[in-house]
């Protein structure tokens, strides 16, 4: 079993910045491909970014492209989503996530079906 702790949330003005991390326990002996996603209130979750295990390859949102880089440090699988020039639209709770499992280390993936464990979401608010 794997457990994520995502930590970093809070609430901001419009135009700030927020760093979320997020951290994989438990049986997490390689790298995974990791995500980070979020959900409106009365909208579906959403990826907002993603890395391969790799880490060399990453991919955005159009909506946060631009404003928003994730990373992950070598090796482990702790990943961070550096968000900037916030806006109130990027309201909502971000969960973390990992695709357990063997493929490729140059691949991400962005649909919420792909990911295997989630965190309990850290709570992020941009005041207009």
């Known amino acids: 079993q794997v457990q994520l702790a995502e930590s970093g949330g809070g609430l901001v003005q419009t135009g700030g910045s927020l760093r979320l991390s997020c951290a994989a326990s438990?049986?997490?002996?390689?790298?995974?491909?990791m995500g980070w996603f979020r959900q409106a209130p009365g909208k579906e979750r959403e990826c907002v970014a993603a890395?391969?295990?790799?880490?060399?390859?990453?991919g955005y949102a159009n909506s946060v492209k631009g404003r928003v880089t994730i990373s992950r440090e070598n090796g482990k699988n702790t990943v961070y989503l550096q968000m900037n020039s916030l806006k109130p639209e990027d309201t909502g709770v971000y969960y973390c996530?990992?695709?357990?499992?063997?493929?490729?280390?140059?691949?991400?993936?962005?649909?919420?079906?792909?990911?295997?464990?989630w965190g309990q979401g850290t709570q992020v608010t941009v005041s207009s």
């Open positions: 438990g049986r997490t002996s390689t790298s995974y491909a």
């Open positions: 996530a990992l695709k357990g499992g063997y493929y490729s280390s140059g691949v991400y993936y962005t649909g919420s079906n792909e990911y295997d464990y």
């Open positions: 890395i391969s295990r790799s880490g060399w390859i990453t």
